[in-house]
């Protein structure tokens, strides 16, 4: 009478031990269930995938290489068959500089400001900030953008971009290449700073669980060694949390690459390949966004296969940021001095 | 080398509180230089506060105010023109649990004197070389000084923070139970090394394990808690008395300290 999960009458009299309903029956369905759940979403990714490709696969096979460095984009008007020309690389371009352009703005701000708020702000501060940075991340990118377009670029970032191309569009390359004049407006520079705010929260937030989790009896090695908090900031909890700031920022760049609407809006839709920032330019998903809805079946191909290139950018992305966090483990693991 | 008559702290009328609660009250001591003064007594009585408060490590904690005065070789650590960050330069601590950086040996034992602004050379190597040596280290890890310290065992590892703390050459090292996370042959080798470090150092050590402070310690201070709900105020923690280890332990003053160092209470 010891064991009280099962009753007397149920078990077994010669094996006491034998498989009941509890044990024998319920844990396979439950492991069941997970399993199956897990390779739903695996199925579903790898059909998209072959879904795309397939749709995209006529362009892919007229244009060659060329699909990604040709920088023509003319569209065709067949049903059946790939009459125009298709070179995406505007819009690869312009996904790439305008995400860059917000991941070197959001990085340092979103580190600086995860570093406030788990290693100076006081408590009362702390938590309502926390909330506020996470608010951000839950606002529609609809709104980034028509506040972007309407408010911040008139009233921000016009004279922020004037002064850059009066200063360091007239100095030297490749300042004076990158600042050129004239200021459109509408542009890579004032889509990459809007993406920077909007990927500015989810860095935030990471970097803050990863500063959070710096061991705190290494802190309190380091100051009890005479370290200023600056020190301590650097050579403990900045050291240790590399590999999580680098995550995070992936998972911000992979917000960048993919967004939509918001940089429809502020980036501008010219297909020439702007050298200077304050150009205006398309990006892949934007492209898609403004032309779907009235393109030629043949147009339409050629929209999945920007589709089909957009994820692989971004799974390459993910991998070299996997590769780096592997290098970074190995080198603090077993430094040498 | 003789203790010098000097004293290294005089600690006069000295309070601490979190947050408005105190948690030690009116502490006067004279810690002389040289031997090792254990601070012992019941959880909550306010020696690892006190410990604490000799190198402020307290003002990292946020709503820690300190009241009354503490004097190092004459100084007044409390003054207003004191940096905490010098203060922690100069007196070396060793905590509870090994924290070694998750580096090499090598950049642990060389934090302290790098912090100070010494380049890598054969200066440095000399520091560490030292100070490993010091701590009864050097023999077992001179060949992997490369090597990530969360290799080493838990007792290598507080004999390795132990030489990084020595590695800034202080004349005080403060140990917060340092043995309390490692085993017992372990412990006796910290020990060991604490007796021989005691020559060369003020060694200040908070130990909950009253053998311990028996078998190493030269003084021993009885801090207790008091002022609990049945006397109407809040209980804090306040030292009850303070001498010779042998004193304390086989001919106390003090009632509460016999009962505590009996085993009859705490």
């Not at chain 1, 980036?267 to 050298?275: C, D, L, Y």
């Not at chain 2, 100084?75 to 960050?85: H, I």
């Not at chain 2, 054969?122 to 030292?130: A, F, G, N």
Request: proline residues 6%; glycine residues 8%.
């Amino acid at each position: 009478m010891t064991v009280v999960d099962t009753p007397t009458s149920e078990r077994d009299p010669v094996n006491p031990f034998k498989s009941t309903e509890r044990g024998g029956k319920v844990d396979p369905i439950f492991r069941w269930v997970l399993r199956s759940s897990g390779v739903l979403v695996l199925a579903i990714l790898a059909l998209m995938v072959l879904r795309t490709t397939w749709a995209a696969w006529p362009v892919f096979a007229s244009e060659g290489l060329d699909f990604f460095t040709g920088t023509l984009w003319s569209v065709g008007p067949s049903r059946s068959e790939v009459t125009g020309t298709y070179g995406a690389w505007p819009f690869i371009y312009g996904t790439l500089v305008s995400s860059a352009l917000a991941i070197i703005i959001a990085l340092p701000l979103a580190i600086c400001t995860a570093l406030y708020l788990t290693q100076l702000a006081p408590p009362r501060i702390a938590r309502p900030g926390s909330y506020l940075v996470e608010m951000l991340a839950s606002v529609p990118s609809i709104i980034f953008g028509l506040w972007g377009l309407l408010w911040f670029l008139p009233n921000v970032l016009r004279p922020v971009m004037n002064f850059l191309e009066d200063t360091l569009g007239q100095s030297f390359p490749p300042f004076s290449i990158l600042f050129e004049g004239p200021v459109f407006g509408v542009s890579y520079f004032a889509a990459g700073v809007v993406l920077a705010i909007m990927i500015l929260p989810i860095i935030t937030a990471i970097c803050r669980e990863v500063f959070m989790l710096a061991p705190e009896g290494e802190k309190q090695a380091a100051y009890g060694l005479g370290a200023t908090r600056w020190e301590v900031i650097r050579k403990v909890v900045l050291a240790r949390s590399v590999p999580g700031v680098v995550g995070g920022t992936m998972l911000g760049l992979g917000r960048a690459l993919g967004e939509t609407v918001a940089v429809a809006m502020l980036i501008g839709a010219s297909q020439r390949v702007g050298t200077s920032l304050l150009f205006p330019g398309d990006s892949m998903a934007a492209v898609i966004f403004n032309t779907f809805a009235d393109g030629a079946p043949e147009a339409i191909w050629a929209l999945f296969a920007i589709g089909v290139t957009l994820f692989f950018i971004t799974m390459i992305v993910n991998i070299l940021a996997r590769l780096l966090v592997w290098r970074i483990g190995r080198i603090t693991g077993d430094a040498t001095v | 080398m003789p203790a010098s008559h000097e004293d290294v702290f005089v600690i006069d009328d000295l309070s601490v509180r979190y947050s408005g609660r105190d948690a030690l009250r009116n502490v006067s001591m004279v810690i002389p230089a040289g031997g090792i003064t254990a601070l012992i007594g019941p959880s909550g009585c306010g020696k690892s506060t006190l410990l604490r408060c000799l190198n402020r490590m307290n003002d990292l904690i946020r709503g820690c105010a300190v009241e009354g005065s503490l004097f190092y070789h004459g100084e007044d650590l409390y003054a207003s023109d004191v940096d905490p960050v010098e203060v922690r330069r100069r007196i070396g601590m060793v905590f509870q649990r090994p924290n070694p950086f998750k580096d090499t040996i090598y950049s642990n034992v060389s934090f302290g004197p790098r912090l100070n602004g010494m380049k890598k050379g054969p200066e440095l190597d000399e520091v560490v070389e030292k100070s490993l040596r010091r701590a009864v280290l050097w023999d077992e890890v001179k060949d992997q000084l490369t090597k990530n310290a969360f290799a080493l065992s838990g007792g290598q590892q507080q004999r390795l923070c132990i030489a990084r703390a020595l590695a800034t050459d202080p004349d005080v090292v403060l140990m917060d139970e340092p043995c309390s996370a490692l085993d017992p042959i372990a412990t006796m080798r910290i020990e060991d090394l604490m007796r021989e470090l005691s020559t060369r150092y003020t060694i200040i050590v908070v130990t909950h394990n009253m053998q311990q402070a028996a078998r190493v310690s030269d003084r021993t201070a009885f801090f207790s808690v008091s002022g609990g709900a049945d006397d109407g105020g809040d209980p804090a923690g306040e030292l009850v008395e303070f001498d010779e280890t042998v004193t304390i332990f086989s001919n106390a003053n003090d009632s509460r300290t016999e009962a505590y160092v009996t085993g009859r209470f705490g």
